[in-house]
């Protein structure tokens, strides 16, 4: 551990939170510009997070807020640490990345802030920040070491090629992975994602997450991947590449296993794995585990899709459930197709909502798995929270940096 924060750093980094709270974006946004004038600093993060939507700098002002408000009771901050980590692992962040960002970070501030920025406080700063990245370098050397001695691991990149691609709906394929040097995989844990660098003509390298979407094994991955946007859209160039030129022989570039989202495999307490759209992709991982491993565990399945044109997976999910005793499966379509028939395709009409899961899923102690958009993860975090459900009994997954805390009236839920 880092030698602790003396009491003169922590009062000024205190005292600079209501500036964080007016310019923390601006600095931000503003630190990201400087970062990414060095390409190779540029090349490591997912672009989309932040020319094409902005999620990225709004994530890191409010981490940055969060721990200038928290930096004299930083155990709070246990989770964040973990999940920034887990991402840095997927991407093969390493030690010799962090000062190009403590140069960017302390500039930022100091050209956002102007005379506000003072000499000590610009030190209370760099002070701060390295005090986190030797967290951060400590815990993420400790990943990177244990899942290279893992069976199946691996540090830094590694070859994979396309054995299989399934179309699962109108919008989104699976690509099945196995490693080009026939060597065995990583068994992941359920819940857990891959990080990718692409390559992809015209436009260049992409960094990108996708989640397994299979459960654990030693032979090979699967990710299921929705198109996004349309061709030609920044946002959407990554998985419109997979759709369109990734066939069976395609090598693609992966990162080890990593997130800090995934099921809790050593407990037998019931389990309500809800999803929205694509978010689906990690719950098949879970749902997939407990029918291997626990098929009479409690498990109520619950997805929500627009209609049955996009809905992925369908028949799979309802094979894996006829194959379990514990589990129940149940769909929501929003919009209906006129092709879609009630209790046969789709099992009820309109949105999941909060109240309907705490009257129709097993168990008062059950754990809630959530994933999918965030205004639906929102709405579904904060309806449970009402209803009565603890906030550690409900632990969530969301496709993007995570640019605030699920929370309903200061209570954050769980990461994983």
């Not at 009771?73 to 010799?96: C, D, F, S, T």
Request: aromatic fraction near 8%.
């Amino acid at each position: 551990m880092p030698a602790p924060l003396s009491e003169k750093t922590i009062s000024l980094i205190k005292a600079t939170v209501p500036a964080l709270e007016e310019h923390g974006l601006t600095i931000t946004r503003r630190m990201y510009e400087r970062m990414f004038q060095n390409e190779a600093i540029r090349d490591l993060f997912n672009q989309s997070h932040h020319g094409e939507t902005g999620s990225q700098p709004r994530a890191l002002a409010g981490a940055v807020l969060a721990y200038a408000r928290n930096i004299d009771n930083l155990g709070v901050m246990g989770g964040a640490v973990e999940r920034i980590a887990q991402k840095h692992v997927a991407l093969n962040i390493l030690p010799e990345h962090y000062p190009f960002v403590a140069d960017a970070l302390l500039g930022a501030i100091k050209d956002v802030l102007g005379a506000v920025a003072t000499a000590e406080i610009v030190a209370a700063w760099g002070e701060a920040y390295w005090f986190l990245a030797e967290v951060l370098v400590g815990r993420e050397a400790s990943i990177y070491r244990d899942l290279a001695a893992a069976p199946g691991g691996w540090n830094g990149w590694r070859d994979f090629v396309i054995e299989a691609v399934v179309e699962e709906s109108s919008i989104i394929r699976s690509f099945v992975l196995v490693p080009v040097d026939g060597g065995k995989v990583l068994p992941h844990k359920s819940g857990q994602y891959l990080g990718f660098a692409l390559d992809v003509p015209g436009v260049g390298q992409l960094r990108r997450n996708y989640s397994i979407s299979c459960a654990p094994n030693d032979r090979a991955y699967r990710i299921t991947v929705k198109r996004e946007a349309t061709p030609g859209v920044p946002a959407g160039a990554a998985s419109n590449w997979l759709h369109d030129h990734a066939l069976p022989g395609t090598i693609l570039t992966a990162a080890v296993p990593a997130g800090d989202f995934f099921l809790d495999t050593t407990s037998t307490t019931p389990v309500v794995l809800v999803s929205g759209g694509v978010g689906l992709t990690p719950m098949v991982s879970m749902l997939e585990t407990i029918v291997q491993s626990q098929p009479n565990r409690q498990t109520h399945w619950v997805h929500g899709a627009l209609n049955g044109r996009v809905h992925a997976m369908r028949a799979h999910v309802r094979a894996l459930a006829a194959k379990a005793p514990g589990v129940k499966a149940t769909t929501f379509y929003a919009e209906p197709g006129e092709r879609d028939r009630a209790g046969v395709d789709y099992d009820a009409s309109g949105l999941i909502s909060a109240r309907w899961l705490k009257q129709n899923t097993p168990a008062a102690n059950a754990i809630y798995y959530l994933c999918g958009p965030k205004p639906f993860l929102r709405n579904l975090a904060a309806g449970l929270l009402t209803e009565g459900v603890p906030a550690d009994r409900i632990r969530y997954e969301f496709f993007g940096p995570a640019d605030e805390l699920l929370a309903v009236d200061g209570r954050a839920l769980a990461a994983a």
